[in-house]
């Protein structure tokens, strides 16, 4: 078992591999191109700002190791540091961006009656419904466990039975994004035990005072790296052929 956080060792499996796999083969594909047309943009930014400025090779290198580890149970457990963590969120940083993107769209076309294609009501809720799977596999038995655990207010029976059909039915729908924010952190926090790596970002300076600062966040000195990896133009492209390469059935 190789993706190492504090609550021990583990690979991702059943529907929450397959999402994770799908987002991040399309989000490479996407920052991939994004960048060879637009180099100053940030794209899908992680909240890690070494990592969000980074070369698309560096990125995608990193993000390599991330799904090898996510999803392999024979490979080796990589060494944790805020890069690593970073290119580990990726997925949920596209997937955040492209729902919202879907949102956004949507209510434009709402609003002003914008001309539909053939194809428009097929990708309408694309991104919105690649989380169903990993949804109720993941999120429903979390929920369901909650209401039986008294977290839930009720009075009676009746809405006690409303409140789990409620929780069971996934809103692929929804235009509010403060509930795909709230499913994305709660799978997000599956694979992270916290955010250090954001922290990081906001305070930068810790980057080069490993040994003081280690301590007090409860981590290594290496986790607080100030240095990307050279990669190489062929690095990158066998790292984004070896995360293409990864069929839903793995």
């Not at 944790?80 to 993107?101: K, N, V």
């Not at 949102?103 to 690649?130: A, F, N, T, V």
């Amino acid at each position: 078992m190789t993706w190492r956080n504090g609550y021990g060792e583990f690979v991702l499996t059943g529907e929450f591999a397959k999402l994770y796999i799908q987002a991040i083969q399309h989000g490479v594909d996407h920052l991939w191109d994004y960048y060879e047309s637009d180099t100053e943009f940030m794209w899908y930014p992680t909240g890690s700002r070494l990592f969000d400025n980074a070369h698309h090779y560096q990125k995608v290198y990193l993000i390599n190791i991330c799904l090898s580890a996510l999803i392999d149970p024979n490979y080796p457990p990589p060494k944790r540091s805020h890069l690593l963590d970073a290119a580990a969120y990726f997925a949920f940083a596209f997937l955040l961006e492209e729902i919202q993107g879907e949102i956004e769209r949507e209510l434009s076309d709402i609003k002003y009656g914008g001309e539909s294609k053939p194809d428009d009501e097929k990708y309408k809720y694309y991104y919105r419904q690649m989380l169903e799977g990993a949804f109720q596999e993941e999120i429903v038995p979390f929920e369901m466990d909650s209401l039986e655990n008294g977290l839930y207010v009720y009075e009676d029976e009746e809405e006690y039975q409303q409140i789990a059909a409620d929780l069971k039915k996934f809103e692929y729908q929804s235009t509010e994004m403060s509930y795909w924010d709230y499913l994305l952190e709660m799978l997000a926090n599956l694979i992270f035990e916290d955010r250090d790596w954001e922290m990081v970002s906001d305070t930068p300076a810790w980057l080069d005072g490993g040994d003081e600062i280690s301590p007090v966040m409860g981590v290594s000195d290496s986790y607080l790296t100030n240095r990307l990896p050279k990669v190489t133009k062929k690095q990158a492209l066998a790292a984004r052929k070896a995360i293409n390469s990864w069929k839903l059935e793995n």
